[in-house]
């Protein structure tokens, strides 16, 4: 399998961070999940995309680990005895060997490593998600176990600006149109979110630019080392059809989108 489309983050993560994310290219799934389809509730066959699966587990060096995303905000540590199938929609892990998987096909994939790289963790983000604040979920992750609430409270921006944030493709601006419920939930929470809403061409919808969400929220948390989805169209998983699974994009058309994966690992 030629995995040379697959994204290898440009970020100054620590020497023993590793990271990859995947694109359509190099797998063994068939139309319309065509080739390097991750998801295994999709209706692929499920011989292709366990395929898949091995080949991502080869080319990390470690095993990727499957949690069953449901838009939500739980975080799941890892270790080498976690199961795969875990509801949830962000990891995080200490130890060598596993890695924290992320999967999309508009949904915004965000890694996290600390400076030291002695910790890192993947978050999925929908809206849903993102408003609901599974990035700040994953943060706390990173912070000392045994503080009281008060003390994790006090020191989480000093502690966050020791992290590194890379973001992953997603829906673009240009393509992501919602409704005033989505534009509510986000300006609920920091009315500069408003910033990232423009007016759409339907009466009462708007373009979300859901990457500067959720640069926006991260830079609020206090994590300011951020690369990756710039929100340009490079990024776009709906405006590069051949790069990248897009359930806006294919799931009227094709009647199902594959999977890609952000995965993080340490070693």
Known sequence: MNHSDWIVPDWPAPPNVRALCTTRQGGASAPPWDSFNLGRLVGDDPAAVRANWAALAAATGARPVYLRQVHGTAVQPLDAETPDGIEADAST????????????????????TDTSGTRVAAAHAGWRGLAGGVLEAALTSFLPPALDQQALEAI???????????LGPCIGPTAFEVGPEVRDAFCAHDPQAAACFTAGAAPGKFMADLAGLARQRLRAAGVHALHGNDSSAAWCTVGNPSRFFSHRRDNAVLGSSGRFAACIWRV
């Open 156 to 166: 989480k921006k000093e502690a966050y600006g020791d992290i590194i944030a890379w």
């Open 93 to 112: 892990t200490q130890a060598t060997g596993v890695a924290c998987v992320a999967m999309a096909a508009d949904c915004l994939p965000v890694l996290f």
